[in-house]
């Protein structure tokens, strides 16, 4: 009973989570061919263990070595960091002073400020990505705004640049950034506000020396929550980004689909997992450090 | 208690602006008149009509509950059973891995989980289409779920099991009849959880799907990367009031367990 209990979902994980893993490191390489599925070698069970050691033979790390002789993919990478770093930091801007807010307010206002934040989760983010394209765009509402006011004689190119795609991270992304913070300040205890205002610390740097230390767990979290996915990132940088705007989930997403070049997608695919290995230990560190201080 | 200061007031009210304008902004404008979605040509419902003679549209839409339903319902079993695994099970060989495998998907980049996804179906020799949207989306919503439901189980007095199976009930009893009743709220959200992230979902389903399905999200992409249509403001309307209607239901009726609960639980308080 028990065993079957633990089977099920364990080799479900194992059939649809582990194998294709092993499947991409696998085609990643394999050489690129015109044929059904586009590349070789293909393992030939019915060749038995020769045919294994044919298969074997045959493959190599040609598709690596290409994608560093190749400038498009390793500034794709680097540039994917860029904006992930960026708009970690803008979205921490953005989301601190609303959870700081949320969490000073009279309690009977928290439970639904919650739900409004939470509430943008369940709601399409192809839709909230696409909600930015009529307001950034060149006869956009922003544009007529500003040119109504008089604050600009000439319509801003917003839509189509990396402007547009920090705007659309940030927008759709905030709500990860304002839950852990908001959960941080949360339970801080406000008379130890009072007490170093008490000591002759000014509002500011209580805040700097009080406030912002014991929230910091929040802070690691969120921007870990958003850096995360951000890297893989490929609906905003496609709707929202120009055609200069690098990001390695689009190169991953036409070398896939418009260049039918298996081999190389797989390969993207390898190295960018290799990159977020690194943050993913990290943040689950974080988390484990968190849970065994609740205790 | 503080009062709220100016700053506090000025930030909630930015924030909120910021989350929910461009929602508001679509809306509006999706009962524009005009076929130029950013000049306002006075109020109709024209686009509406539009999208629910959209036979395209129609089609998706069915293809995409389809799939959210199936395998909502699917990762909703897998998940409840690994969130019993984790939190019950105790040590077995693999664990380490078994909760690697339950964290991983959360965080992966959909382009990868597409792809490898895309790569195992082709190498298995399968047709692609609803059945393997239906595999995707569970494998990914299962881990969802399986997280909303151990934080429950984990919260829940365990003596209650325990005075169960002492009482003389098999564990499958003692798991319908005390530990499901218990953990149902959280089962229900993780359900709801895993069909809205199902719906939503436009990156796998366009690798693991084939050309017999295209759910709603890849048809929205594929006009929605030609400019904004007043068409897609009024489905995305649509969409955006059909599941705030499902949140609000679900957490009115959440709310009312709750409070019964807690009613049930004083009476019982009392009595004892």
Known sequence: MRRLLIAIPYLWLLALFIVPFVIVFKISLSDLAVAIPPYTPTLDIAEGWAGFKAFLAELDFENYIWLTEDALYWKAYLSSLKIAVISTLLTLLVGYPIAYGMARAPEEWRAMLFMLVILPFWTSFLIRVYSWMGILSQEGYLNQVLLWIGVINEPLVILNTNIAVYIGIVYTYLPFMILPIYAALEKLDISLLEAAEDLGCSRFSAFWLVTIPLSKQGIIAGSFLVFIPTIGEFVIPSLLGGSRTLMIGKVLWEEFFSNRDWPVASAVAVVLLLILIIPIVLFQRNEQKQREADQ | ?272
Not at chain 2, 64 to 75: E, G, I, N, P
Not at chain 2, 89 to 116: C, D, K, N, Q, W
Not at chain 2, 119 to 130: E, H, P, Q, T, Y
């Open chain 2, 1 to 272: 208690m503080r009062r709220m200061t100016w700053f506090n007031v000025t930030s909630l009210t930015f924030g909120f602006a910021f989350l929910y304008l461009p929602m508001v902004i679509l809306i509006i404008f999706s009962f524009n008149e005009s076929k130029l979605v950013t000049v306002w040509a006075g109020f109709s419902t024209k686009w509406y009509g539009e999208v629910l003679r959209n036979t395209a549209f129609l089609d998706a839409a069915w293809v995409t509950v389809k799939v959210a339903f199936l395998s909502s319902c699917l990762a909703t079993i897998l998940g409840t059973m690994t969130a019993i695994v984790m939190v019950r099970a105790g040590r077995f060989r693999g664990r380490t891995l078994f909760s690697g495998m339950i964290y991983a998907p959360m965080v992966m980049p959909e382009v990868i989980t597409g792809l490898s996804l895309l790569l195992l179906f082709i190498s298995l020799g399968m047709d692609r289409g609803v059945f393997t949207i239906v595999l995707a989306h569970t494998t990914f919503a299962m881990c969802y779920v399986s997280v909303v439901v151990s934080s429950r189980l984990v919260s829940f007095d365990q003596s209650l099991e325990e005075a169960a199976l002492d009482l003389g009930c098999s564990p499958v009893q003692a798991f319908r009849l005390v530990t499901l009743p218990i953990i149902a709220p959280a089962v229900i959200s993780g359900w709801l959880l895993a069909f809205t992230l199902s719906l939503d979902d436009l990156v796998i389903a366009s690798f693991t799907s084939g050309p017999s399905a295209t759910t709603l999200p890849m048809k929205i992409w594929s006009s929605v990367r030609l400019g904004v249509s007043p068409e897609i403001n009024a489905l995305s309307t649509i969409m955006i009031l059909v599941v705030a209607i499902g949140v609000i239901t679900a957490s009115l009726i959440n709310k009312r367990n709750v409070m019964r609960q807690r009613r049930e639980e004083e009476a019982a308080d009392k009595l004892a």
